[in-house]
């Protein structure tokens, strides 16, 4: 690498070319470290234990329960028989049992993001839109105060599937202590006429407005 900076008279001598240099080639070096650092804590392009990693420095991690309910009177017997196991009257009865699994990194990803934003918000209303801006991408949002301890969110545009199952499944967003979050709508969702709701679709004015 030639310096520019170096003297015409000793542009052709290599030791001199070599000390001139010495700056430029740590300031590289010092470059492709912080950008190896910055990159390796970038939550967007981040995958694995790299996500790991960043779930240990917000205090998250993967592993979340969930109930699975255990049909037992379909073991011995089919539609219409009698089964061996389950049902009211038999020795040994239906149960569940709760399971641990770990997320996805698209799900956990969702999950490092709000973890963030919900530490970082005032709770107020703007700032649980700044939130959820921040969580999802979607523009505008509009927060709904119910002036009875109760909020609910309007996503103007479509949740994908990986942002409808953390909003259902886990407590992200933002809100002031001691009120209640009754659920979310999508407005692209709610607000189709024709079809075959005739009004928008099963969660429009005429169903059920807030999204389980």
Do not use: C
């Amino acid at each position: 690498m030639t310096n520019n900076r170096v003297y015409a008279q000793y542009a052709d001598k290599p030791k001199a070319v070599k000390w001139y240099n010495i700056t430029p080639s740590l300031a590289d070096e010092i470059e492709s470290a912080y950008e190896m650092v910055r990159n390796t804590y970038d939550i967007n392009a981040a995958v694995g234990e790299q996500l790991d990693v960043i779930g240990r420095i917000v205090v998250i991690d993967r592993g979340f329960e969930s109930f699975v309910d255990f049909q037992a009177d379909t073991y011995f017997g089919g539609v219409g028989d009698e089964a061996q196991f389950g049902g009211l009257d038999a020795q040994f009865e239906s149960e569940g049992d709760i399971l641990t699994q770990e997320v996805s990194d698209a799900i956990f990803r969702m999950l490092i993001n709000a973890k963030i934003a919900k530490n970082n918000s005032p709770a107020t209303l703007d700032g649980v839109v700044d939130a959820l801006v921040y969580i999802t991408g979607i523009s505008p949002i509009r927060v709904n105060d119910h002036e009875n301890m109760t909020m609910s969110v309007s996503f103007d545009g479509t949740l994908n599937d990986v942002q409808r199952f953390v909003f259902n499944t886990f407590d992200v967003v933002p809100r002031p202590q001691g009120v209640r979050f009754l659920g979310y709508t999508e407005e692209s969702q709610i607000t189709q006429y024709g079809g075959v709701f005739g009004y928008g679709d099963s969660r429009a004015n005429y169903g059920l407005y807030f999204g389980a």
